[in-house]
């Protein structure tokens, strides 16, 4: 996926980097928030260096909405283990903060059967059998739906025709090009389903992401990832939720926790 940056000097303990941020990678008007997590995970890991190429570990909160176009990445170093470092990384969009992160780096391996897990992977229609999501119209852009192919069960689809299934869960098949899907993907894979909410019957454009958590465990097998969101609690104007994903083989490689912003209806 397109996510590069490139590095502009270190001075000190901070490594400074700029980068375009792509407007493809929109819904609506804003970017996504996974797209720009991605962003700051191809700067941090070439901070932490060598020993550390890929991101493991996120904790981001999205401050304000950056545009398409130029922007100035800051990471800074805090450790540098054997297994793991840790940085701090901010995204600055004229000249102003709008995504700041804890990121720790390491070296992740291809997928294989856990020790223990207690994450079950939904069942699925094949591809041919789901709902495509479009990339929008002119009311409503949604160009990240031609960047990301979405699938979704016809199941979880049901909000588009008024008909939400009430559970608060969405599935789909994600592909993201390449066929092998690099580890800063897995950070848009986490971020790309409709929000929960819609099949709750919350239909509102409106779910900003507050703050977002995602632990990558895997480097994913080429073909298509399966993605499940899932709604844990709405209430007082938010929702937390929590997002799976599964390689081609089954391995469970990512996994985020995020709190978002929700208008809900007003009880009489």
């Known amino acids: 996926m397109a996510a590069a940056v490139r590095a502009a000097e270190a001075t000190g303990e901070v490594h400074r980097y700029t980068a375009e941020l792509d407007g493809h990678w929109s819904v609506g008007i804003k970017l996504n928030g996974g797209y720009l997590l991605a962003v700051l995970a191809n700067a941090a890991v070439d901070a932490a260096g060598p020993d550390h190429p890929h991101p493991v570990a996120v904790t981001a909160q999205f401050v304000a ?150 632990y990558l465990r895997a480097l994913p097998a080429p073909g298509p990832l399966r993605v499940r969101q899932r709604a844990r609690l709405v209430g007082a104007d938010q929702v937390d939720e929590e997002c799976d994903v599964w390689d081609s083989t089954g391995a469970l490689v990512a996994s985020a926790f995020q709190l978002a912003a929700v208008r809900l209806p007003e009880i009489p």
Not at 123 to 147: I, K, N, S
Not at 155 to 181: C, E, H, N, Y
């Open 65 to 214: 909405a950056p545009e398409p176009g130029p922007a100035e990445i800051a990471v800074r170093p805090r450790r540098r283990g054997r297994a793991a470092a840790q940085l701090h990384a901010e995204l600055r969009s004229g000249g102003a903060i709008c995504v700041e992160a804890l990121m720790t780096c390491g070296r992740l391996q291809p997928g294989a059967a856990p020790y223990w897990s207690g994450v079950q992977r939904p069942e699925l229609p094949p591809e041919e059998d789901c709902v495509l999501v479009p990339a929008g119209d002119e009311r409503l852009p949604m160009p990240l739906f031609d960047a990301v192919s979405v699938l979704m069960d016809p199941v979880s689809a049901g909000f588009v025709a008024g008909r939400p299934s009430g559970t608060g869960g969405m599935t789909a098949w994600l592909r993201i090009p390449p066929d092998r899907p690099d580890p800063a993907a897995l950070l848009v894979a986490l971020d790309t389903l409709p929000p929960a909410t819609f099949d709750l019957g919350l239909m509102s454009t409106w779910v900003p992401t507050l703050q977002l958590t995602a």
